[in-house]
């Protein structure tokens, strides 16, 4: 296994996980490409709840702000990618490669938590992610929360890719802070949050699996019930389009706009009507 094993990004990810709840569990759960790290809270006999992070530098641990009032009602397994920050560990050269393999893997980790069928949430990439997931696998998918998901039902904006781009191309700590200053406007950031996002600049991460957007046809297709939140001050997407063509073209969707809050500040800064909408949701 090709696991991480930088002592200050430990330090920044453990400083962040003891922000979630006291019951939280650290889980390993071997799948073809490697362990998957998977942060776990609530009942056990609760129905599960899978939840994907960002892409770049986020790892499973920023979703402390909600993991609570989430654990409540579901028992919640947070996931670290394999072969991006966190403490998942890679077999060898061995990532996921393609949609198929994304899902493959997916399916890999619920298997070995135990789980037949979950609801399945995701912020930004995690979101592109859980929904390539319930259309390649919907038997596994039991409901669908995409919080301001990229490339799904819309483009990203050529300014953010622009300053994007440094970070893209050298990543280092101080490009990471330059752009989420950027992207969230200066907002109030968890300093915490924001050492971790650093710290997850130096991870030797692997080229994340990308490919255009969900066919249509497909999405009219989903039998599954979806939320869609979108933040109102992103840069990385028009949101008003975002809403428009998800409403388009999903059967079942519910969307709603978070104000005041941007693309990169979720999902740790989010309003609290984003655990409202969340707990309205899954509670169906």
């Not at 394999?82 to 997916?106: C, Q």
């Not at 969707?253 to 740790?268: F, G, I």
Request: proline share 10%; charged share 20%.
């Amino acid at each position: 296994m090709t696991g991480y094993d930088d002592e200050a990004f430990r330090v920044a990810y453990d400083k962040v996980m003891a922000k979630w709840p006291p019951d939280r569990e650290a889980l390993t759960v071997p799948t073809p490409f490697g362990e998957t790290h998977v942060n776990a809270c609530g009942p056990r006999d609760a129905p599960p709840l899978l939840l994907l992070p960002g892409g770049g530098t986020a790892t499973s641990a920023s979703w402390y702000a909600q993991a609570a009032d989430l654990s409540r009602i579901r028992r919640v397994y947070a996931v670290d990618l394999v072969g991006a920050p966190g403490l998942s560990a890679r077999a060898g050269d061995r990532h996921p490669r393609t949609v198929a393999d994304l899902a493959h893997w997916l399916d890999a980790v619920l298997d070995g938590l135990g789980v037949p069928v979950a609801d399945v949430g995701g912020h930004s990439y995690g979101a592109w992610i859980a929904l390539h997931h319930a259309l390649l696998s919907p038997a596994r998918v039991r409901r669908l929360f995409l919080l301001d998901p990229t490339q799904c039902f819309a483009g990203y904006k050529a300014a953010y890719l622009l300053h994007a781009l440094p970070m893209l191309l050298r990543p280092a700590p101080h490009r990471v802070r330059a752009f989420l200053e950027w992207e969230t406007g200066r907002a109030a950031l968890d300093p915490d949050w924001l050492r971790l996002q650093e710290a997850g600049a130096r991870f030797p991460a692997v080229r994340p699996v990308t490919s255009p957007r969900p066919a249509p046809d497909a999405l009219r297709a989903l039998e599954k019930p979806v939320l869609l939140l979108v933040a109102a001050s992103s840069r990385t997407h028009d949101p008003t389009e975002v809403v428009a063509r998800a409403g388009a073209l999903l059967p079942h969707v519910r969307t709603a706009v978070l104000p005041e809050v941007s693309h990169h500040a979720l999902p740790h800064a989010a309003p609290d009507a984003l655990v409202r909408h969340l707990i309205e949701f899954l509670s169906g």
